[in-house]
């Protein structure tokens, strides 16, 4: 089966940074996204990693450990916008499966 | 503005009543997904559509019934649903080429079983 694993709630200070996680054990992988939902509103797609490593977009970087089945979304400089639940999800390479399978999401709470 | 569309962004129904769901996308993808989406859950993947054909069932009641008329449009049939079905049901659509492809979510329809 597919496990993915992602702290349930998380409060950083704003202009702090703050590194939210995510493990995942699954049959196969083909990639790995992190996604930000607004309460009330559609998750939006933040990074996709495939390859281990760091990818850097602006103030969000995410980094890649397919080896140890972990993956870290970074956010510097918070912005009170911040404020949001941000998704795991990982595209398993079964045949034919096009889907995402989502972790259970990381609220973050930015305060003043 | 996400280009997936959804409507009715509300809907409260009892269990004997028959309503659908519906999703359009501006974004010329050919892949369709309904998700369900429950307080404290993972989003859990229903259907999936690619070029109108249905490709991915996930053990869903047969109270729920999806319809791909065309690529850019989406249906989720409800009927004599329980009190559990209560949730926010996401569409989202991709383009279905290669795995890095993200997938485009709508606003969700939350939906209310009395």
């Known amino acids: 089966g597919q496990n993915i694993d992602q702290p349930t709630e998380m409060t950083a200070t704003e202009g702090a940074i703050v590194q939210i996680n995510c493990t995942y054990q699954?049959?196969?992988?083909?990639?790995l996204f992190w996604y930000q939902q607004h309460a009330g509103e559609a998750p939006t797609f933040l990074s996709y990693?495939?390859?281990?490593g760091l990818e850097e977009k602006g103030r969000f970087s995410s980094f890649l450990s397919r080896s140890k089945g972990y993956s870290y979304l970074l956010l510097k400089e918070l912005q009170m916008k911040d404020s949001a639940s941000y998704l795991c999800a990982v595209r398993v390479s079964d045949t034919g499966r096009r889907a995402l399978t989502f972790g259970s999401g990381t609220r973050l709470q930015v305060q003043p | 503005e996400t280009g997936v569309t959804q409507t009715p962004r509300h809907l409260v129904m009892g269990m004997t009543n028959k309503k659908s769901l519906k999703c359009e996308q501006h974004?010329?993808?050919?892949?369709m997904y309904w998700y369900k989406q429950s307080a404290k859950k993972p989003l859990e993947l229903m259907f999936v559509?690619?070029?109108?054909?249905?490709?991915e069932n996930n053990s869903v009641p047969s109270r729920f019934s999806p319809e791909c008329p065309n690529s850019s449009h989406l249906f989720l049939h409800l009927h004599t649903l329980q009190p559990e079905d209560s949730a926010l049901y996401l569409c989202?659509?991709?383009?279905?080429?290669?795995?890095?492809?993200?997938?485009?979510f709508g606003d969700g329809t939350r939906l209310s079983i009395l």
């Open positions: 974004l010329g993808h050919n892949a």
């Open positions: 990693n495939v390859l281990d």
């Open positions: 699954t049959s196969g992988f083909n990639g």
């Open positions: 559509y690619s070029l109108e054909e249905r490709v």
């Open positions: 989202a659509s991709s383009q279905d080429r290669g795995f890095s492809q993200p997938q485009h």
